[in-house]
């Protein structure tokens, strides 16, 4: 499986990008990243600490400059943070260097993931469905406008989710493959 391209989770939280790309990454000896992952490493706080020092903006500067650098690598699998689609670079960076899956998730069964996360800085601060929602209408058609396959994942178990993407993958990039 070493002539597939990357591939980069998009989605927004509890969609289960961090679980489905550690899962679809081992299914395909590959190296995985999460970028919100990535930047908590390398600045040594968490997301909602670095909310709160340098607010959402702040944040966003370095969620462009860390997907800028995981796009570069090779034969990887990226998880990225539900809000990176709010950047064109980001977009157009995710796009050019691999191939996008969005993890599709109703706002119902992201309330149910999150519920009790108290590391969503974006979700502390009023009616948690509320801000859900705003977040899907404005993020769904940036979602869907950098995918390359769309995958719902409500309702699924994590290895279903990961067969496929795998099969679907695999059938974009050898559309004889009949691989089940």
Same mark, same amino acid.
């Given at each position: 499986?070493?002539?597939? *391209?990357? %591939?980069?989770?998009?989605? @927004? ?10 899962? %679809? ?22 997301? *909602? ?22 796009? +570069?690598?090779?034969? &990887? ?6 809000? /990176?689609?709010? $950047?064109?670079?980001?977009?157009? /960076?995710? $796009?050019?260097r691999g191939t996008v899956i969005y993890l599709y998730t109703t706002v119902e069964q992201q309330l149910r993931r999150t519920a009790k996360d108290r590391n969503r800085p974006l979700?502390q601060n009023g009616n948690p469905e509320e801000i859900l929602r705003g977040m899907f209408a404005k993020r769904d058609p940036l979602y869907r406008a950098t995918a390359d396959l769309?995958?719902?994942?409500? $309702?699924?178990? *994590? ?12 059938? %974009? &990039?050898? @559309?004889? +493959?009949?691989? /089940?």
């Amino acid at each position: 499986m070493q002539d597939l *391209p990357n %591939l980069f989770l998009i989605g @927004p939280m509890g969609a289960g990008k961090s679980t489905i790309g550690r899962l %679809l990454a081992a299914e395909l000896s590959r190296d995985f990243f999460d970028s919100d992952h990535e930047i908590q490493g390398r600045c040594g706080a968490d997301i *909602p600490w670095i909310f709160e020092i340098e607010g959402e903006a702040g944040f966003r500067e370095r969620e462009e400059a860390m997907i800028d650098e995981l796009t +570069q690598r090779h034969g &990887v699998v990226v998880a990225t943070g539900g809000g /990176a689609v709010m $950047r064109e670079s980001n977009r157009r /960076a995710l $796009r050019e260097r691999g191939t996008v899956i969005y993890l599709y998730t109703t706002v119902e069964q992201q309330l149910r993931r999150t519920a009790k996360d108290r590391n969503r800085p974006l979700l502390q601060n009023g009616n948690p469905e509320e801000i859900l929602r705003g977040m899907f209408a404005k993020r769904d058609p940036l979602y869907r406008a950098t995918a390359d396959l769309i995958v719902r994942t409500d $309702r699924r178990g *994590p290895r279903s989710v990961v067969s496929e993407i795998v099969r679907r993958v695999t059938r %974009l &990039v050898d @559309p004889l +493959q009949c691989k /089940a």
